[in-house]
């Protein structure tokens, strides 16, 4: 058996991709808060002074990158929780028993799940330009484009790792809810990271989506607090540790 069957990665991400498709109520659900998030956020602080925002930068263009991250960070650590609707329906299973490794398992799923995180994050950059949003430069997209890859495979290896830990889909949704929001306001993703107390902004330097927001902001705005290149450093560690992690835990599955 090889430890990476393209094959059975191909065939585990076109099936995600395709349930993804299949259902618009998925899709719309999975855009709405984060939407609701940016209307409600720049319509409501647009005239507002934040401290530490950039010079020359309106609310709306700080807070758009911010808002993608989100979103990559809310469908992709989310991702997990097919693997434990797989185990309900019994279709786990029947992969785990396939002659297929383990790590094309995960491989698959993180395909699958990187994907569809990228068409959400894709939707609310679409919709963000008719509120006012303007990208730096379109040059820069195919930048952006593999931020949010390393973005998506961070938390959807992430995903995998704490849904090997669970058997029940319940559990694992409050336990995502729990850590996401923290993620999320520790990232600067609706302020700068340094407006907040200084022992909080260290626990902000060791998010990996700090350093994905702060890319984001980088390539499509043109501001960052950090040189790209330490966010991109950043960004490939956290994903090779929780790719790394979510395999090590999805090996110790039992297909019962």
């Avoid at 929780?81 to 786990?92: A, E, K, T, Y």
């Avoid at 931020?147 to 995502?176: H, K, M, N």
């Avoid at 993620?183 to 407006?195: H, Q």
């Amino acid at each position: 058996m090889n430890l990476v069957d393209p094959l059975g990665v191909y065939a585990l991400w076109l099936r995600d991709v395709k349930r993804f498709l299949r259902t618009p109520s998925r899709i719309v659900g999975s855009i709405a808060m984060p939407l609701l998030f940016l209307v409600f956020l720049a319509f409501g602080f647009g005239g507002a002074a934040i401290p530490g925002l950039p010079e020359g930068v309106d609310y709306l263009q700080y807070l758009v990158p911010g808002m993608v991250g989100f979103t990559m960070l809310f469908g992709a650590s989310f991702a997990g929780l097919s693997i434990l609707s797989d185990q309900d329906v019994g279709f786990l299973k029947e992969i785990l028993v396939a002659p297929i490794s383990r790590t094309s398992i995960v491989l698959g799923r993180i395909a699958g799940g990187s994907t569809t995180a990228l068409v959400q994050a894709a939707l609310i950059l679409l919709l963000s330009l008719p509120l006012g949003f303007r990208i730096a430069s379109p040059l820069s997209l195919p930048l952006a484009f593999l931020v949010l890859v390393l973005i998506a495979v961070t938390f959807v290896g992430f995903g995998v790792a704490l849904a090997s830990q669970f058997s029940d889909s319940e559990g694992f949704g409050l336990v995502v809810q729990f850590v996401i929001f923290p993620l999320f306001f520790l990232s600067g993703a609706i302020y700068p990271v340094a407006s907040l107390p200084e022992p909080v902004q260290l626990l902000a330097y060791v998010n990996p989506l700090t350093y994905g927001v702060d890319a984001l902001r980088a390539v499509l705005v043109g501001t960052s607090a950090h040189p790209l290149a330490v966010d991109f450093g950043a960004l490939v560690v956290s994903s090779v540790v929780t790719v790394g992690v979510g395999t090590y835990l999805f090996e110790r599955v039992e297909a019962v």
